[in-house]
């Protein structure tokens, strides 16, 4: 699993050691947040024998074919699945470094994916977003709408990953699933997503700054829906399929807001500013097909989930 000390990946490596797997992780604890968050989200597992890290940058092809090969030792046993997870993640941080996400985005995955195609496994998950539905104009979005109208860096380069996904899985028969994460949360999220970032913003009396007039909205999806989507996924194997992965209702923004505050009992201070290049005016999943193919059925409700991340946030204060 590459991108596995992050808040996705470390929530779902706990999962699949508790059903009897063993994981190999590699991930480059790079800084675009504190390298400490993740290095945390991992110390847990490092005595496990059934868990192995390996630092570094899936950009080197030659570290990714060296992984590839070790896996082969008759002491750990071949790779049976991918799950590409790592990213250089966000919108905006995008528009400053659209070379960076280039690199890591489209170049990284293709490492894996060559790493893949010539000493296996067959089977492929790849982390993707909802952002490749840019402006799509209808809701909610479905995985069979016209995605032409990306309008960030980061939305484009994974849409490419769909792509070159759907490419090896054509010329060499990898079993792919693609997955359009929608806006993740829960404990552990990373700090500069809106939730995490509004909650430490009121718990310190600070005042929020929402950009456009707080009815943009958003499909949140508690991390625990997302960790069972993804396993559902790599349990099915697919030849290739796209799947949205999402909470299947829209929250306003300056509802959200008010829901945190209510949760931690203050009364938001909120400062308004002009909408952002390459933010998009709702995300929305359709995931009926998920439902028919993977029994993805969300399970936390945006209050519910908000009580439990307030909940994990307060403690972690103490």
Same mark, same amino acid.
């Given at each position: 699993m590459t991108g596995g000390a992050g808040f996705i990946g470390s929530n779902l490596i706990r999962r699949l050691l508790s059903r009897g797997e063993r994981i190999t992780v590699l991930d480059d604890f790079n800084d675009f947040y504190d390298p400490a968050r993740k290095r945390a989200?991992? $110390?847990?597992? %490092?005595?496990r024998d059934d868990y192995r890290l390996v630092e570094g940058d899936i950009r080197d092809a030659n570290l990714v074919d060296r992984l590839f090969d070790a896996s082969q030792n008759p002491g750990w046993g071949g790779f *049976?699945?991918?799950i590409h997870l790592a990213a250089r993640a966000g919108?905006?941080? =995008? %528009? =400053?470094?659209p070379i960076l996400y280039e690199e890591v985005n489209c170049i990284g995955t293709l490492n894996l994916l060559e790493a893949a195609r010539r000493r296996g496994p067959e089977v492929f998950v790849f982390g993707s977003s909802s952002s490749v539905y840019g402006i799509n104009p209808k809701v909610p979005f479905s995985e069979d709408d016209p995605i032409d109208m990306p309008i960030s860096p980061y939305a484009t380069t994974k849409r490419t990953g769909e792509l070159m996904c759907f490419n090896y899985h054509h010329l060499y028969g990898l079993k792919t699933s693609c997955l359009r994460f929608f806006t993740v949360y829960g404990p552990s999220q990373r700090p500069e997503m809106a939730i995490h970032k509004f909650t430490n913003l009121l718990a310190?009396?600070?005042? !929020? &700054? %929402?950009? /456009?007039?707080? *009815?943009s909205r958003?499909?949140?999806?508690? !991390?625990?829906? !997302?960790?069972s989507g993804i396993i559902a996924a790599l349990d099915l194997a697919p030849g290739f399929e796209i799947f949205n992965l999402g909470g299947a209702e829209t929250t306003r923004l300056g509802d959200l807001v008010q829901w945190l505050g209510s949760e931690l009992a203050v009364e938001p201070r909120i400062k308004y500013l002009p909408d952002q290049p390459g933010d998009v005016p !709702? &995300?929305? $999943?359709?995931? =009926?097909? $998920? /439902? &028919?193919?993977? /029994?993805?059925s969300p399970q936390v409700p945006i209050r519910e989930g908000l009580r439990r991340f307030v909940a994990w946030y307060q403690s972690e204060r103490t």
């Open positions: 989200n991992v $110390a847990p597992m %490092l005595d *049976d699945a991918v919108v905006r941080p =995008s %528009l =400053s470094e310190q009396g600070e005042v !929020i &700054t %929402l950009f /456009g007039n707080g *009815d958003r499909d949140y999806t508690y !991390i625990d829906d !997302i960790v !709702i &995300t929305y $999943a359709d995931v =009926s097909k $998920a /439902g &028919t193919l993977l /029994g993805y």
